[in-house]
């Protein structure tokens, strides 16, 4: 048996899994459901409860569960998956990796710190217009998809606003992508607005942000250099230089 119930918080639902599902349970309850809620949302974030009353699904349902799966693959913001079983536990783990969002496993004693992390901020970006073409983007935390069309509109008014830039890229307190979903948003923010960078500074300590200042560099033909954390006050006069 399925059951979708809406939240208080918009394109958020909770599904709660119980007894044995079927390929009824799912044409009949959670893909109308769901696609609905994309219609409405077009992104949604859904949180599947195992009850410990759940046993198995159907073999139907376990084809139906993969055509919904590929068929909205872009239209989950964020999942996660609270059960007590070790299987599925192992099998939405695995997925993971694939998916275009990010995606958590609780155990049943935990489903309210679920229900937490569901609506609760995973990262920030902040952006402050410095005057005279320069724009600093801190970025903090694990971002995902949400947070770049939240920040997009004040980015195009920026651009908007200067021809041409130059970019204090702040990534101290980054700690990267939540899924594939927000890392290809980050990939279109930087196909969008890559020629019109003229200068670039990425202050931080990870390697893998050494090699996105040189892969920048490449890309837009700037001048980009990569300052480390004690450095941000020196990447700040080099950026306004």
């Known amino acids: 048996m399925i059951e979708v119930q809406t939240t208080g918080h918009p394109g958020l639902y909770e599904v709660q899994v119980s007894g044995v599902v079927s390929d009824t349970d799912y044409a009949q309850t959670l893909v109308p459901a769901l696609e609905a809620a994309i219609e409405e949302h077009e992104r949604i974030r859904v949180l599947v409860i195992f009850g410990p009353d759940f046993r198995d699904f159907t073999l139907g349902a376990l ?3 993969a055509r919904m799966g590929l ?3 872009r239209g989950f913001d964020r999942l996660a998956v609270v059960t007590d079983k070790p299987w599925i536990r192992r099998a939405v783990t695995g ?5 275009p ?3 958590r496993v609780f155990p049943l ?3 309210e710190d679920a ?9 920030a970006i902040h952006q402050v217009d410095l005057g005279d073409g320069v724009l600093h983007i801190q970025l903090r935390g694990q971002l995902d998809s949400a947070i770049y069309a939240a920040e997009s509109g004040d980015l195009d008014a920026f651009i908007r606003a200067n021809d041409r830039f130059r970019l204090l890229i ?4 980054f700690d990267g992508w939540q899924g594939l979903g927000a890392l290809f948003e980050h990939l279109k923010v930087v196909r969008d607005h890559y020629r019109l960078i003229d200068r670039a500074a990425i202050v931080g300590n990870a390697a893998w942000q050494r090699l996105g200042e040189r892969a920048l560099r490449t890309l837009s033909g700037a001048d980009t250099r990569f300052f480390t954390a004690d450095e941000f006050e020196t990447a700040k006069v080099w950026i306004k230089g």
């Open 63 to 65: 084809f139906d569960d």
């Open 71 to 73: 068929r909205h693959w």
């Open 95 to 99: 997925l993971s990796v694939l998916m």
């Open 101 to 103: 969002c990010p995606v």
């Open 109 to 111: 004693e935990q489903a």
């Open 115 to 123: 229900r937490r992390w569901m609506s609760e901020s995973l990262g």
């Open 170 to 173: 702040d990534a101290r307190d």
